[in-house]
């Protein structure tokens, strides 16, 4: 059962899933926050904190099984190169990285959500918790797990209105991110306009984690589904979804919540950045007339190296090589082998051309 929430237990619902059957895992799980009596703000009224009885726990040890449990349950489900992301408060997320290591879940970055707008400490006896932190992590050591690295480049933006698309030229995404605590319009309200939930979280750190860790059709789950946020995100980038939750009340806004969301066809979504170029042959480009047997190969700049073979190598001091040997032994470079297309350049029109771009007109006649 693809794409529908269940109202349920989350272990019990897991338990009853094949194995193996789901590509990522998001989960944002009771954070056992201990909350006691009821929080003040400074100038008196109260703080509406999440004070919720799914978030209560009698002791550090039912907290420990229960964790124990619910991610037993996702490593059991999720493919072997799956990923899951579980985001905690300072409250509980030493314990579950430490369970989730013990589970057999191999840890690959944890990330700080840094809030810009934090709630404030009240009291001013501590300083104020303006971050969460994500556990990201696989199955197992030797998950290849998706990482769509150039996606990520591309929303490494702090606000959305740079996401124009930059080509390329973006930093690497690092493991801090600022997002808004989600407030205003994004927060749901119940039918008296009250809020509906006390800990949604932000959709844009939700459309990040799927964009980046899944493609395009794949199976993303939420075991503590909450508002939805996660299934909105999957569905907003074309991915299949399955959002537990135990709570009815939500469920009914939540369902509500993702029927009126649309699949939006992005490079994003498809995450296009990352696609692999067409493999193409040095043999093929000289039969459809892109290279000539017998024409000579330059360094940029250079007089005549080598001359081209039918078979794609290169002849050079009387033997063939192939193009990228070829390049590092006339270079006089240690390695073995150079990328060939980053330094030969035939001549076109009087010109020398590298033959990179000469490869990438070939792809584009190609895919037409
Ligand atoms: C931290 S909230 C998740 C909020 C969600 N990420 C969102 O953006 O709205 C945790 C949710 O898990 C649900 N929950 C707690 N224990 C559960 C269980 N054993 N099975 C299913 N749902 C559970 C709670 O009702 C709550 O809605």
Redesign the pocket.
């Known amino acids: 059962m693809i794409n529908c929430v269940i109202n349920?237990?989350?272990?019990v619902?897991m338990n009853r899933m094949p194995a193996n059957s789901v590509d990522l895992i998001f989960a944002?799980?009771?954070?056992w926050m201990r909350t006691e009596g009821v929080l003040k703000r400074v100038e008196g009224t109260d703080f509406d904190g999440?004070d919720?009885d799914?978030?209560k726990f009698d002791s550090l040890e039912s907290y420990e099984k229960?964790t124990e449990d619910?991610l037993r349950a996702c490593h059991r489900i999720l493919k072997p190169n799956g990923s899951i992301w579980v985001i905690g408060g300072m409250q509980c997320i030493y314990t579950i990285g430490s369970i989730m290591q013990n589970v057999g879940f191999w840890l690959i970055n944890d990330v700080i959500w840094h809030k810009k707008n934090p709630t404030p400490n009240f009291m001013g006896t501590r300083l104020n918790n303006s971050h969460e932190t994500l556990i990201w992590a696989t199955k197992s050591k030797t998950s290849k797990y998706t990482f769509n690295y150039k996606t990520a480049k591309e929303l490494n933006v702090d606000s959305v209105e740079e996401k124009a698309y930059s080509n390329g030229t973006r930093k690497q995404m690092g493991s801090v991110w600022r997002f808004s605590v989600?407030s205003g319009t994004e927060r749901l309200k119940d039918d008296e306009g009250n809020k509906l939930?006390s800990?949604?979280?932000p959709l844009e750190m939700?459309e990040r984690i799927v964009a980046i860790s899944s493609s395009k059709g794949d199976i993303v789950l939420?075991?503590?589904?909450?508002?939805?946020?996660?299934g909105v995100a999957a569905k907003k980038l074309g991915r299949n979804y399955i959002m537990?939750?135990?709570?009815k009340k939500?469920c009914k806004y939540?369902e509500k919540r993702l029927s009126e969301v649309v699949y939006t066809e992005t490079p994003i979504a498809l995450a296009q950045y990352d696609e692999k170029p067409l493999k193409v042959t040095m043999e093929e480009m000289i039969i459809a007339g892109f290279f000539f047997e017998g024409e000579s190969f330059y360094f940029r700049n250079s007089e005549p190296i080598a001359t081209l073979c039918s078979n794609g190598k290169l002849f050079y001091n009387g033997n063939e090589v192939d193009m990228h040997s070829c390049a590092a032994t006339a270079r006089g470079v240690k390695a073995n082998r150079l990328n060939g297309f980053d330094y030969w350049y035939v001549l076109r029109n009087g010109k020398l051309t590298s033959i990179s771009d000469i490869r990438e007109e070939y792809r584009l006649a190609k895919q037409q």
């Open positions: 349920g237990d989350s272990i619902e944002d799980p009771p954070y999440c919720d799914w978030d229960f619910w989600c939930h800990t949604q979280k939700l939420d075991p503590f589904g909450g508002t939805m946020t996660t537990i939750e135990q709570d939500y939540g």
